[in-house]
């Protein structure tokens, strides 16, 4: 079973209506974002969508603020290319559809992962002595792991143990009690020795000479004070045969994420089968250099094949890089979002099916002229940066790459067909298009984002698309 499309309509970042189209087998997906262009919201759609399963989250808290019409999550699935579409939605009105027991199941065995979590094995634990990972392990990782001779969740077990604790004097419910606690031990220690054996397979592909080491004595019951003792699991760390007493305050930052990562993903591995697996990785490899981050390539290939991958990245190299190492076999579909803003609202940039002017006549005919500015602009700046970049012009050099202005590359252009009419060879624009550009850049593309502008005619806006295109056209 995989995902085949993504709808979101005025969820968090997203103003407005966008769709992800993931084709009927169901691709993988990696995505290069800046930073406030939706990414990050596209991961909590996805995660939210599947949490509302089990009552976790409503809808309305995570409504767009720009808009006030109301929005939903759309998954479209299929179990293969042949097989029926289904569709479940999530929104303020529609609240049952995700009770669905495949997405129940899909919720209880995702992995949904950003750099956030990772922090919590190590950089949570720095003012103290050693790293405790009980909660995690516990209350997250592998709650939903499922014992196969109860038949019942690592949470069910941990709630029976939980208070009201008996009366001091009552034998037999605490001799009950300390049954419970000596089988969730049981049950735990079983589970945390099958978590370490594959963590310490998956940090190996990091090629470091660590082996770590989750230490549980088993909790006990104090009668004297009512109270649960002895709730540690101890991360141990040896690097190269040698116990590191403090490693989280000893070790680097990759050699501590690819611990994380290693846990993470050990615990993943070990959930319940579902039918459909979802495993989402948000900006989760910061904290690795690039030579740490390909082995990760490698252990989603090698450990998660049958896994519907969502990778995010603000980093447009690494995303460069993982295009390349993902192009063949027509498993994954690369896609880039963008952040744009105007003086009354931000908007993720994002044309999938149809491109950047499609977009902004979109937006025109819903009445939205600033976010059909943001898309004219977008296609305008486009055309000109890859036809700058294609034809290797030389473009006016900035120490902060941030501060390359849409100017440089227009002017760019303009000095190479000065080039091209002087040495009597064709122009690469007519004189008209560029008098047109230049107006419609000083008069639409730039003001129509500003609240201060409310009274451009349709038709104008209409012509500017119109201009930009037949840049387009006469660049190529």
Same mark, same amino acid.
């Given at each position: 079973?995989?995902?085949?499309?993504?709808?979101?309509?005025?969820?968090?970042?997203?103003?407005?209506?966008?769709?992800?189209?993931?084709?009927?087998?169901?691709?993988?997906l990696?995505i290069?974002?800046?930073?406030?262009?939706?990414?990050?919201?596209?991961?909590?759609?996805?995660k939210?969508?599947?949490?509302s399963?089990?009552?976790?989250?409503?809808?309305?808290p995570?409504?767009?603020?720009f808009?006030s019409?109301?929005?939903?999550?759309?998954?479209?699935?299929?179990?293969? #290319?042949?097989?029926?579409?289904?569709?479940?939605?999530?929104?303020e009105?529609?609240k049952?559809?995700?009770?669905?027991? =495949?997405?129940?199941? #899909?919720?209880?065995?995702k992995?949904?992962?950003?750099?956030?979590?990772?922090?919590?094995?190590?950089?949570?634990?720095?003012?103290?002595?050693?790293?405790?990972?009980?909660d995690?392990?516990?209350?997250?990782?592998?709650?939903?792991?499922?014992?196969r001779?109860?038949?019942?969740?690592?949470?069910?077990?941990?709630?029976?143990i939980q208070?009201?604790?008996?009366?001091?004097?009552?034998t037999t419910?605490?001799?009950?009690? %300390?049954?419970?606690?000596?089988?969730?031990?049981n049950?735990l220690?079983?589970?945390? %020795?099958?978590?370490?054996?594959?963590?310490?397979?998956?940090?190996?592909?990091?090629?470091?000479?660590?082996?770590?080491?989750?230490?549980?004595h088993?909790? $006990?019951?104090?009668?004297?004070n009512?109270?649960?003792?002895?709730?540690?699991?101890?991360l141990?760390v040896?690097?190269?045969?040698?116990?590191?007493?403090?490693?989280?305050?000893?070790?680097n930052?990759?050699?501590?994420?690819?611990?994380?990562?290693?846990?993470?993903?050990?615990?993943?591995?070990?959930?319940?089968?579902?039918?459909?697996?979802?495993?989402?990785?948000?900006? /989760? =490899?910061?904290?690795?250099?690039?030579s740490?981050?390909?082995?990760v390539?490698?252990?989603l290939?090698e450990?998660?094949?049958d896994y519907?991958?969502f990778?995010? $990245?603000?980093?447009? #190299?690494?995303?460069?890089?993982?295009?390349?190492?993902?192009?063949?076999?027509?498993?994954?579909?690369?896609?880039?979002?963008?952040?744009?803003?105007?003086?009354?609202?931000?908007?993720?940039?994002?044309?999938e099916?149809?491109?950047?002017l499609?977009k #902004?006549?979109?937006y025109?005919e819903?009445?939205?002229?600033?976010?059909?500015?943001?898309?004219?602009?977008?296609?305008?700046?486009?055309?000109i940066?890859?036809?700058?970049?294609?034809?290797?012009?030389?473009?006016?050099?900035?120490?902060?790459?941030?501060?390359q202005?849409?100017?440089?590359?227009?002017?760019?252009?303009?000095?190479?067909?000065?080039?091209?009419?002087?040495?009597?060879?064709?122009?690469?624009?007519?004189?008209?298009?560029?008098?047109d550009?230049?107006?419609?850049?000083?008069?639409?593309?730039?003001?129509?984002?500003?609240?201060?502008?409310?009274?451009?005619?349709?038709?104008?806006?209409?012509? $500017?698309?119109?201009? /930009?295109?037949?840049?387009?056209?006469?660049?190529?």
């Amino acid at each position: 079973m995989r995902i085949t499309k993504i709808e979101i309509k005025n969820f968090r970042a997203f103003c407005g209506a966008y769709q992800i189209d993931l084709h009927k087998a169901g691709k993988n997906l990696l995505i290069y974002g800046e930073n406030g262009s939706g990414k990050t919201s596209l991961y909590q759609a996805l995660k939210n969508f599947l949490e509302s399963s089990d009552g976790e989250h409503q809808f309305k808290p995570h409504q767009n603020i720009f808009n006030s019409d109301a929005g939903y999550i759309k998954l479209h699935l299929r179990t293969d #290319a042949q097989s029926k579409q289904d569709t479940y939605e999530w929104s303020e009105t529609v609240k049952d559809e995700t009770n669905d027991q =495949l997405l129940i199941n #899909a919720s209880r065995t995702k992995g949904f992962l950003d750099y956030k979590d990772l922090l919590e094995t190590h950089y949570l634990h720095r003012e103290n002595d050693v790293v405790n990972v009980l909660d995690l392990l516990v209350k997250t990782l592998l709650a939903n792991t499922v014992s196969r001779e109860t038949d019942r969740s690592l949470a069910e077990d941990w709630d029976s143990i939980q208070p009201p604790f008996p009366r001091r004097g009552a034998t037999t419910q605490i001799t009950a009690l %300390e049954r419970q606690i000596e089988n969730f031990n049981n049950e735990l220690a079983g589970r945390l %020795e099958i978590l370490q054996v594959k963590t310490s397979e998956i940090l190996r592909k990091f090629g470091y000479n660590i082996a770590l080491d989750l230490n549980f004595h088993g909790l $006990t019951y104090n009668k004297d004070n009512k109270t649960l003792d002895n709730q540690e699991i101890l991360l141990k760390v040896k690097f190269f045969d040698r116990d590191i007493p403090e490693h989280h305050r000893f070790l680097n930052e990759a050699k501590l994420s690819a611990i994380a990562i290693a846990i993470y993903f050990s615990s993943i591995l070990i959930q319940p089968e579902s039918d459909l697996r979802i495993l989402a990785l948000d900006d /989760v =490899l910061i904290g690795l250099d690039m030579s740490n981050r390909l082995p990760v390539l490698d252990i989603l290939e090698e450990y998660f094949e049958d896994y519907q991958i969502f990778l995010t $990245t603000y980093d447009k #190299a690494w995303y460069e890089i993982v295009k390349q190492r993902t192009s063949h076999g027509g498993k994954w579909k690369a896609v880039e979002f963008y952040f744009r803003q105007t003086d009354e609202y931000e908007i993720p940039v994002y044309a999938e099916n149809k491109a950047y002017l499609d977009k #902004a006549r979109e937006y025109l005919e819903a009445n939205d002229d600033k976010a059909c500015a943001i898309y004219l602009r977008t296609a305008y700046e486009m055309i000109i940066e890859e036809f700058c970049e294609s034809k290797q012009l030389p473009v006016k050099y900035r120490r902060d790459p941030n501060k390359q202005y849409t100017q440089d590359f227009w002017d760019a252009i303009k000095i190479e067909n000065k080039k091209r009419i002087e040495h009597k060879n064709p122009a690469l624009l007519a004189q008209k298009l560029i008098d047109d550009i230049e107006l419609y850049r000083s008069r639409i593309l730039n003001p129509l984002s500003h609240a201060t502008i409310t009274t451009i005619p349709k038709k104008e806006i209409e012509d $500017t698309i119109e201009a /930009v295109e037949n840049l387009g056209t006469a660049l190529g």
